[in-house]
């Protein structure tokens, strides 16, 4: 990461302490960082964003024996039926989800991710997090509380309603 500087780009409240811009300045290289290396896993699998976050979903699914189905996959990634079953046309057309009658209703499907296109998704989705964990392993003792606690802060007050500043949304 490069050196902090108080005069990071997209933070111009100059009023606030060089501490305070210099910790949103890395959050925000950090959240370009995890851009890029989603863009590079996307790219290396011939999918899109919602095509990653399918498979994670259903490789860590089937890792834990939970059935998944189009409806399901449509909430997690929270977009329509129609747009899920598109994404799931092209997963399975590129080798990475299979359909399955579902046992317990005899017009369900169940999706799972599966064959050699799916261990290449999970290898690269391993290494995606395992980057992070080597990470978060180097951390001096004690520090991964106080990340934790701060990372957890940080996104309830990004996630929070209130957060977006007056005349910025889209209501109305």
Known sequence: ???PTTQARGF???ASPASVTD???ALRQLREAEQRA???ACASLHVGENGLHA???LLEAGAVGQDVNAKDLAVRLGVTAASTSVLVERLVRSGYVERHPDPQDRRGVLLTATGPAAHRARRVIAELD???GRAVADLPAGAADVVLRFLTEMADAVGAEDSV???MDNSS
């Open 1 to 3: 990461m490069s050196e």
């Open 23 to 25: 910790v949103l300045e």
């Open 12 to 14: 111009w409240d100059s």
């Open 130 to 132: 395992a980057t992070r």
């Open 38 to 40: 989603h863009r590079r």
């Open 165 to 167: 500043p007056a005349g």
């Open 55 to 57: 498979l994670r979903f």
